[in-house]
């Protein structure tokens, strides 16, 4: 039986604890500030900032994420109503924006692999399992993400390293999808270095 092809990214997807409990759903509410003008895609990493509310976090060393944005609501300023959304568009203006964050230190997290030769575009690479237990980094492809489906497109890099201030910590590697050259194009990570409830900084 032929594994699934991993075709492109879809951001950080929460899939148990590092204790193995699966992933139940739970989530915390923040804000979003009305007018933000960044969209914020199913899957990416997000911050807090000064005033209790979330934004976009880049996907680089100076990351200190609070988790990873799963959707939100938030009354649209045109239709008048209350909407349910995968992402949020960029520059909403309503006062009620309300995110739904996986915020927890220890949640598991199924990625994507993308090649670090690949450069803005989105080229699926592979981990082997000598990278189980380093460090790597978040990619962000030139297209941040999809407003059809409201998935992040962002993915983790081939390349791991020992350096601590890279954001997140190779787990495991998702056998279903290993490629035919013996790679594995999907991978379980955690936070490493910068989360925000960890951090001894506040906000």
């Known amino acids: 039986m032929a594994y699934p092809a991993v075709n492109g990214p879809y951001g950080l997807v929460p899939v148990k604890l590092l204790s193995g409990v699966p992933f139940v759903g739970v989530t915390r509410h923040y804000g979003i ?15 807090l900032v000064t005033g209790g509310t979330i934004e976009l976090d880049t996907a680089d060393a100076a990351m200190t994420p609070i988790g990873v944005f799963l959707g939100c609501s938030y009354t649209d300023p045109t239709l008048g109503y209350k909407v ?44 082997a399992i000598t990278d189980i237990g380093a460090n790597v980094a978040m990619i962000t492809p030139l297209v941040v993400g999809n407003a059809q489906t409201g998935n992040s497109t962002i993915g983790i890099s ?38 925000q409830f960890n951090n001894l900084t506040g906000v």
């Open 33 to 47: 500030a009305s007018g933000y003008n960044t969209a914020i895609y199913n899957g990416d990493a997000v911050k």
């Open 84 to 127: 349910f959304s995968q992402y949020y568009p960029a520059s909403t203006v309503a006062s009620d924006i309300e995110a739904y964050v996986a915020d927890g230190t220890d949640i598991l997290f199924k990625a994507a692999v993308l090649s670090s030769a690949g450069g803005a575009a989105a080229v699926i690479g592979d981990l």
């Open 158 to 195: 081939d390349t791991s390293a020992t350096t601590n201030t890279l954001p997140l910590r190779i787990v495991s590697l998702v056998e279903e999808t290993k490629n035919s050259s013996g790679g594995y194009t999907e991978a379980l990570v955690k936070w490493n270095a910068g989360h």
